[in-house]
Structure formats: structure tokens, C-alpha cells
């Protein structure tokens, strides 16, 4: 997030208070490394978002939507700041 979105984070690896806060919502046609987390993400919460690859496509859009229904959030295909929480908490 920091690279991307000059977030100014401290790299400590956790899914802390100030990286939520600055979490971006993604949608279908982004390409970078966040991007590249949430297909690992929803690949290890079993959502098959097909290559992980880095590029928000059809798969990654279609595996986002399954894991937001069956999570029981609101199923938007972005993956904003309830949906990271979800994954990553």
C-alpha cells in the first residue's frame, strides 16, 4: 500500500488498526500488488480466483462474489474495506 497508494505505513506484517484505515477498495480491471493479494486471499479461503497474476479480471470478480455471499456481506464484486476485513482478519 505504500508503494501504490503512498500510504506511509510501517512494514511490521500485521492487519493492524492503521492499515485498515488505509485499506483502498480494488475493482475489475486494477493490476498491482494488492491485487495480487486478494487472489491469494480468496485462493486460501478456498475462491478460486483462476492465475494469481495481479490482474483483477472476470475469475478474480467471479471468486469475489462467491466469497462476499457466502461470508454474508454485501456482495459488490469491490473489494473494499468490509470485504478485506473479512479475508484478512
Known amino acids: 500500500m505504500n508503494k501504490q497508494f503512498n500510504k506511509k505505513l510501517v512494514v511490521d506484517g500485521k492487519w493492524g488498526p492503521k ?46 462474489f462467491k466469497f462476499q455471499k457466502a461470508s454474508k456481506i454485501y456482495a459488490d464484486k469491490l473489494a473494499g474495506k468490509v470485504t478485506w476485513n473479512e479475508l484478512l482478519a
Open 19 to 64: 492499515t485498515k484505515n488505509a485499506t483502498v477498495t480494488i475493482k475489475k480491471g486494477a493490476s498491482c500488488n494488492i491485487t495480487w493479494i486478494l487472489q491469494a486471499a480468496l485462493y486460501m479461503e478456498g475462491f478460486n480466483p483462476g492465475t494469481l497474476d495481479g490482474v483483477f479480471g472476470e475469475k478474480t470478480e467471479a471468486a469475489l
